[in-house]
């Protein structure tokens, strides 16, 4: 098939004019990357701090009550019981991970990102162990006192791929 010069510089024209077009609806659908689920709204550094102000003054805090209710998206670290596991926050964040207790089964493994909807608490372990079938004492010792989510919903976001873990 033999096309004109003419058709040829059109055909020519238009090409670039696509693929601009399409590397901006990719780099659109990409988002910040700043959490593992992308959600809107307080990630697990926001839960764990008392409220009282953004320390960095970067404009990002989100002042999570106690009481309040919240969506999270994470990757789970650990799971230290069939209805208790831990969240880790973002690469910067240097904090100790985000206890989450749900009042059912909690069907997730180290590696998966979730999607945990609940509330914010302060953890005591003799409050909620018998409620929330948790592990022994000492596996909680350091989320004594510490703010932690009773989680109402926790969906699956992502696996890990298989021989990741």
């Known amino acids: 098939m033999r096309m004109s010069i003419d058709r040829l510089k059109l ?3 238009a090409v670039p004019a696509a693929v601009v077009a399409s ?9 910040d990357g700043g959490t593992a689920g992308g959600e809107e709204g307080p990630d697990v550094e926001d839960v764990q701090e008392d409220g009282e102000g953004d320390e ?20 789970v670290t650990e799971v230290l019981s069939n209805q208790s596991f831990r969240l880790e926050g973002t690469d910067d964040w240097e904090n100790d991970p985000l206890l989450v ?7 997730v493994a180290a590696g998966d990102v979730v999607e945990v909807t609940g509330t914010v608490e302060e953890f005591e372990y003799t409050t909620y162990s018998e409620d929330y079938s948790l592990a022994e004492e000492g596996d909680y010792e350091h989320f004594e006192e510490q703010r932690f989510i009773v989680a109402d919903q926790v969906s699956q976001v992502a696996s890990p791929s298989p021989g990741t873990e």
């Open 11 to 13: 055909w020519l024209g």
């Open 101 to 107: 207790v749900s009042a059912r089964q909690a069907d």
């Open 56 to 75: 960095e003054g970067d404009g990002d805090d989100e002042n999570v009550e106690l009481g309040s209710t919240v969506t999270v998206s994470s990757e």
């Open 23 to 31: 590397s901006v609806l990719a780099l659109s659908a990409c988002g």
